[in-house]
């Protein structure tokens, strides 16, 4: 299958900083990426999709100034997590669909990245 | 009411058994069906996928999926200790790329 990889896996950071999480395609090319958060024992939300070469779509209640999305290349979108607060550590998954938006494509995950803010 | 709903467990079987994962879902537009393994602090696993009703099968797993009654399952059989993970259900509607997931069931097989 197709091979999504994020970086960090894990990060600890200080309330207030912000914190940047990359998510590569590494066999393919993906003009769309999906950022999911997930906390403990709960499902994936999505939080926004992003486009290469354009503004990511951000689903409501998803502070868009907050969580900076840029899809630089077809093979990678970052996530900024701004100013982060406590309440903003969770776990970050992000995946890509291998066949753009068709109703066929298959959707992989990257590992996710676990963020701590203290 | 949620558009996907499964329920969250814990399920906890002896190894070599069967299991049966569930969700059930309100719109009749989804069309594109997928279960995902996820094991702890790891992202999901695609498992299966499939867009019609009826089952397919994949080595110990078989996905079935009921249109009419919107409802899908997804069958271990003979079950493993390394089976032992979230199991996601997903669904997508015809148009766009967006999944919507179940809760997730949490999956115990015991040696």
């Known amino acids: 299958g197709a091979v999504v990889s994020q970086h960090p896996s894990w990060v600890i950071c200080k309330s207030g900083t912000s914190v940047k999480i990359e998510c590569r395609s590494l066999?393919?090319?993906?003009?769309?990426m999906f950022w999911y958060r997930q906390f403990p024992k709960q499902s994936l939300m999505l939080m926004a999709t992003?486009?290469?070469?354009?503004?990511?779509?951000?689903e409501q209640g998803v502070e868009k100034d907050k969580f900076l999305i840029n899809h630089a290349s077809l093979t990678l979108s970052t996530l900024t997590v701004t100013s982060a607060h406590p309440e903003d550590s969770s776990f970050y998954i992000c995946?890509?669909?291998?066949?753009?938006?068709?109703?066929?494509?298959?959707?992989?995950f990257g590992p996710g990245t676990r963020l701590t803010v203290l | 009411q949620k558009e996907v709903e499964q329920d969250p467990g814990p399920l906890s079987v002896p190894e070599g058994a069967i299991v049966s994962l569930n969700c059930t879902y309100s719109?009749?537009?989804?069309?594109?069906f997928m279960w995902y393994r996820q094991y702890s602090r790891k992202g999901p696993e695609l498992l299966m996928y499939?867009?019609?009703?009826g089952n397919k099968e994949d080595g110990r797993f078989t996905a079935q999926v009921d249109k009419s009654s919107k409802y899908i399952s997804l069958f271990i059989r003979d079950s493993q200790p390394s089976d032992s993970a979230t199991y996601l259900c997903?669904?997508?509607?015809?148009?766009?790329?967006?999944?919507?997931f179940g809760q997730g069931t949490e999956l115990s097989v015991k040696p």
């Open positions: 499939t867009y019609s009703s």
């Open positions: 992003s486009n290469e070469g354009s503004k990511a779509t951000y």
């Open positions: 997903a669904m997508k509607r015809n148009q766009g790329g967006k999944l919507i």
């Open positions: 719109n009749s537009a989804f069309q594109y």
């Open positions: 066999d393919f090319q993906a003009t769309t």
């Open positions: 995946s890509a669909p291998t066949s753009g938006m068709k109703l066929t494509d298959t959707q992989y």
